[in-house]
């Protein structure tokens, strides 16, 4: 079934200790879209300038993905400039330019509002809120934030919080958020803020999930080089949402699956720059990977 | 089959956001003893001052932990005082009083010499170089260190890697050794080192070994409160050790569960300070956490 993603559509120059990009295709709905729309149709809500050329469009129309919703006016596109030291857990921001994203006011097309999954990337969670108001019946609704929100936009969060079933959340932000160092203390703050399921993700330790009955702890592939660490938690959240949407299934051992499927899906996209590496998968790929999660976990009963 | 370990036996004195412990019993290689002693008969070489008491004595005595290679001479016991912030990763040490631990030469009885497992606690690496120069054919040993030895000693570490089966050390020092920030890359640097298995102890996000073929990912537990991360590692490699002794198998499929059986013993040990959980155990408690371990790591095949 589709999944309708809103979030941000920007041009990241990005250096790491294995090379530099400029000005290339980035954003937060950008990398979610690539990767879930491996799994299912994406439909795609969010804005761009006149700086926006066909060849950026060509990486949304050679997938799945549906572009109605995606907007374009007057002036430059948001740009991020960053870069990354060895602990590429940790991104330093340079330079931020929101340009046309400065007035994003997320309006959906009138088709979209009846997608059934929808994903609510890391924008203003007043947008958020503004963007379920307008969808009819959504069967499962999962957002992401930042520290950025957590210290600016706290109230419109927690009033947020009350309508998401899945929070998808930084290991460092879900402490912040929860105002507590223990994280099993922290995840049960969360969860009682109103979803349903809590995952947090950890960066090159995994992800763990919480839904008040019991944990999942996912590994992370362990990669020689990660060239560029942009986008792995929204290429995470596509594969999560992708194969929930793909399979209409939200029990416990299918959303354990899924985690496994955005793994795989942020371990690709961390091999090079850019949507270079997600853009040109095969599900054998992916499948190959996921199998090798499964050898990278297991160990025997007593 | 025996163990023979070769560390250190303290008195700690412990802050954590938790509470506090005065001059409590503690040191690698009593908390490996204590640990591994679930699995196997362990022998324990250490050194401790007269103020070791017989209620010291009496933590080994009710275990199967045989002390013939515990020095008693005159002085103090070695003592370390130290405080844990919230970051219970991270150890900040207030004093250290090496006292006669300073002139530890450890001298195996000779009805040691010949116990086929061997665990090389974090001492100086010259004097576990001494420890397998006394030993005659182990069948697998093992050895732990520090960031200390790897500034202080590299050489002689180097030396001792040509001797050992098995390392285990943390994620920091584990690239601090290989002077290379990808993990995936200094593990393999020290393989080539010589030992043919590497344990990566990545603290409250659980472990990895490498063994030149394949990955095994291993989680931590995740505890609501960790008490007192003191011993930490050491009851992990006691678990660790304890059921590769006690099963007699060192293939990959059995040393992922000694793994898992590691992590379990590690989950204890922070519950409370000192060995106050590790002594009161059952084989009970133990199976029924490994198989939360289990599902806790749990997902479908595809």
Chains 1, 2 share one sequence.
Not at 99 to 107: A, E, G, K, L, Q
Not at 163 to 176: G, K, P, Q, T
Not at 260 to 284: C, K, Q
Not at 286 to 291: G, K
Request: proline share 4%; glycine share 8%.
């Amino acid at each position: 079934m589709d999944i309708l993603v809103v979030g941000s559509v920007a041009f990241d120059s990005v250096e790491t200790p294995f090379g530099r990009a400029e000005d290339v295709l980035g954003g937060s709905a950008t990398y979610f879209s690539a990767s879930a729309s491996y799994f299912a149709k994406v439909n795609l809500v969010a804005v761009v300038g006149e700086d926006f050329s066909e060849e950026h469009i060509r990486v949304f129309n050679e997938k799945d993905i549906d572009i109605k919703g995606l907007k374009r006016v007057n002036g430059r596109t948001f740009r991020w400039k960053g870069r990354y030291d060895y602990d590429l857990n940790q991104a330093h921001t340079i330079d931020t330019q929101l340009n046309v994203f400065s007035n994003f006011d997320p309006v959906l097309p009138e088709e979209y509002r009846d997608i059934p999954y929808v994903f609510l990337a890391n924008i203003d969670p007043e947008l958020q809120l503004k963007v379920l108001e307008q969808v009819r019946k959504p069967m499962f609704v999962a957002c992401d934030t930042m520290n950025f929100w957590i210290e600016g936009k706290y109230d419109a969060l927690r009033e947020l919080l009350r309508y998401v079933d899945l929070f998808v959340i930084n290991e460092s932000e879900a402490r912040e958020f929860a105002r507590e160092p223990s994280l099993v203390k922290a995840a049960r703050f969360i969860l009682d803020c109103g979803p349903g399921i809590l995952i947090i993700k950890r960066g090159e330790y995994g992800a763990l999930m919480f839904n008040g009955r019991s944990v999942f702890s996912a590994p992370a592939y362990p990669l020689e080089d990660i060239y560029d660490p942009t986008g792995a938690g929204d290429s995470f959240a596509g594969g999560l949402m992708g194969y929930i949407a793909y399979t209409g299934d939200v029990g416990e051992e299918n959303l354990r699956k899924a985690i496994i499927f955005g793994s795989v899906m942020a371990s690709f996209n961390v091999e090079s720059f850019s949507l270079d590496r997600l853009r040109n998968l095969t599900m054998n790929d992916i499948h190959t990977r996921y199998r090798e999660f499964k050898r990278l976990t297991h160990f025997e009963d007593i």
